[in-house]
């Protein structure tokens, strides 16, 4: 680490949100991830809170690295499924990202547009190795569309479309556009001001 910038892990190995990371912090922390901490362990996200599962990973990332950590928890809650699927959207069905999005379109199939609903919710804990830590979080509504549209973004944002953008998709956003204003966006904005406190 040779920048003099603060330095801050991410406590994921998922290349799209750290590269988020990178772009909403500019060049004011020094942002690694897991991938460059092996001595992290796995941590099993078993909570039944995006908060709740965002705090034991920030925490184990913390004692493990010695350094502050950030974590988050984020998934899609969709009205018409109760919520679903939640804290489960990163293990909704086996596969990849696209097979998430086509099980959803599936299971929404018969859902008219009015019922389909649904929010984009992140909760981020920031820890550090002596055990505290703060929360925040973040919430962006939309609906499911019928069908993917775009090609930016990961996960489900090929098929949610978001309000006030003119029937556009989250992966038809500019990055810059869609760091402005989504559910991690929200989270990290409320963040920040205990980010920015770790340089000083």
């Known amino acids: 680490m040779s920048s003099g910038s603060p330095q801050l892990v991410f406590a994921t190995r998922n ?27 796995e941590v099993e996200e078993d ?3 995006f908060e709740g599962n965002a705090r034991k990973k920030a925490l184990s990332a913390a004692s493990a690295t010695g350094l502050p950590a950030l974590a988050d928890d984020s998934g899609l ?7 679903r699927p939640g ?3 990163a293990r909704y069905v086996a596969g990849t990202d696209r097979d998430r999005y086509q099980r959803l379109l599936e299971e ?15 909760a ?4 550090f190795p002596d055990g505290k830590a703060v929360g925040e979080h973040g919430r962006w509504e939309g609906r499911i569309g019928h069908a993917p549209r775009g090609e930016g973004g990961f996960g489900y944002d090929p098929v949610f479309v978001v309000e006030g953008k003119g029937g556009r998709t989250m ?5 810059e556009e869609k760091s402005a204003i989504s559910h991690r966006g929200v989270a990290f904005a409320r963040m920040r001001p205990h980010l920015m406190k770790l340089g000083g």
């Open 87 to 89: 804290v489960y959207s």
């Open 171 to 175: 992966a038809e956003l500019a990055p």
């Open 47 to 49: 909570a039944d809170t």
């Open 15 to 41: 290349e799209g949100k750290v590269r988020e990371l990178r772009e909403l912090v500019g060049g004011a922390l020094e942002v690694s991830s897991l991938r460059e901490h092996p001595e992290a362990p």
């Open 77 to 83: 809650c969709v009205e018409a499924l109760g919520g």
């Open 124 to 127: 981020l804990c920031l820890a």
């Open 108 to 122: 929404l199939r018969e859902v008219p547009d009015e019922g389909r609903g649904a929010a984009f919710v992140c």
